[in-house]
Structure formats: structure tokens, C-alpha cells
């Protein structure tokens, strides 16, 4: 079981962003999927996920009306579409797998090596 992050990099306030989660491994039924994110100094937080289920999705507060979670099943990927980017959007973001739609991190048994976001003008 692998998971492939990508997509960061250097963006301007208000822009837009597009990160995916490969898979690799398995099936996008076999687990959901979450993002997370950590900013320098702190916690690691819960962002977004989806369930292996119906695609039900999940979004944290912070990002509620500005980031979409979705997945694509053939391609085995998943996207987080990030939208009106701010700079406390700045962080590592990580994909995760696990048997549960959480945004709690023990729920999740794998994890991609994340990618850098920076939010700056």
C-alpha cells in the first residue's frame, strides 16, 4: 500500500491550488482518504477526508466553503481542490488511508510523504 502526494508549491493569496493522492496497492473501496495538514511549529490537523463507502466527505471548519475533496476510482486518485488560498493555508499537506472517514490520525494506518503549500504575495 502506497500513497503518492503531489501538487504543491508556491501560490499568491486568493488562488487556487489542486493537490492529488495516488494509490497505490489498492482500491479506493478499500479505504478512505483524508488530508491532512501541518504548519511549521504545529499539529498535525485533519482537513478533508472521504469514505471508501458512498464518498461521503468531511471538511474542517478552516476550510468549509473554500477546499472540495473528490476521487477519481479508475485513476485511483484523490483530489483536494483548494480554492480563495490564504496564508495560514501554509503547511505540508498529507494523504492518508484508512478503514474509516476520520479526521483523527490513529484512524489512519497509511500515509504519503506530503507536499509543501506555501501561501505567500
Known amino acids: 500500500v502506497q500513497l503518492q502526494a503531489s501538487g504543491g508549491g508556491l501560490v499568491q493569496p486568493g488562488k487556487s491550488l489542486r493537490l492529488s493522492c495516488a494509490a497505490s496497492?489498492?482500491?479506493?473501496?478499500?479505504?478512505?482518504i483524508g488530508w491532512f495538514r501541518q504548519a511549521a511549529g504545529e499539529e498535525r490537523e485533519g482537513v478533508s477526508c472521504i469514505s471508501r463507502v458512498d464518498g461521503s466527505t468531511y471538511y474542517a471548519d478552516s476550510v468549509k466553503g473554500r477546499f472540495t475533496i473528490s476521487r477519481d476510482m479508475a485513476k485511483k486518485t484523490v483530489y483536494l481542490q483548494m480554492n480563495s488560498l490564504r496564508p495560514e493555508d501554509t503547511a505540508v499537506y498529507y494523504c492518508?488511508?484508512?478503514?474509516?472517514?476520520?479526521?483523527?490520525?490513529?484512524?489512519?494506518?497509511?500515509w504519503g510523504q506530503g507536499t509543501l503549500v506555501t501561501v505567500s504575495s
Open positions: 496497492g489498492f482500491t479506493l473501496d478499500d479505504y478512505s
Open positions: 492518508a488511508a484508512g478503514p474509516l472517514i476520520s479526521t483523527t490520525q490513529g484512524a489512519y494506518e497509511y
